[in-house]
Nanobody
Framework: QVQLVESGGGLVQAGGSLRLSCTASGSLFGINAMGWYRQAPGKQRELVADIISDGRTNYADSVKGRFTISRDNAKNTVTLQMNSLKPEDTAVYYC??????????????WGQGTQVTVSS
């Protein structure tokens, strides 16, 4: 059974930094995209950033220049470095991994979510 284990959320003042990590436990092959989404109260879940197997990255306009996503394929880990945080970055952040595995077939896994709160 594959699980995504997230860490690194918390409370930080505006202008501060946080680093989120997500690791897929269990055997998982054929990962395509690894990414982070967020959902603020009363809003829809939105893509923050993702990184594809060839290394290409995609960022929401609101985080460009402030957030950096990276992945370690050997460890099935994706990391989101968040700098210059703003109160509007406050949300629950979710890790997402999708791909196709010989045994599992196509898959799309989500983490349990980690709270990020930025105070003004």
């Amino acid at each position: 059974q594959v699980q995504l284990v997230e860490s690194g959320g918390g409370l930080v003042q505006a202008g501060g930094s946080l680093r989120l990590s997500c690791t897929a436990s269990g055997s998982l092959f054929g990962i395509n995209a690894m990414g982070w989404y967020r959902q603020a109260p009363g809003k829809q879940r939105e893509l923050v950033a993702d990184i594809i197997s060839d290394g290409r990255t995609n960022y929401a306009d609101s985080v460009k220049g402030r957030f950096t996503i990276s992945r370690d394929n050997a460890k099935n880990t994706v990391t989101l470095q968040m700098n210059s945080l703003k109160p509007e970055d406050t949300a629950v952040y979710y890790c997402n991994i999708d791909g196709e595995d010989y045994n599992l077939g196509p898959y799309d896994f989500w983490g349990q979510g980690t709270q990020v709160t930025v105070s003004s």
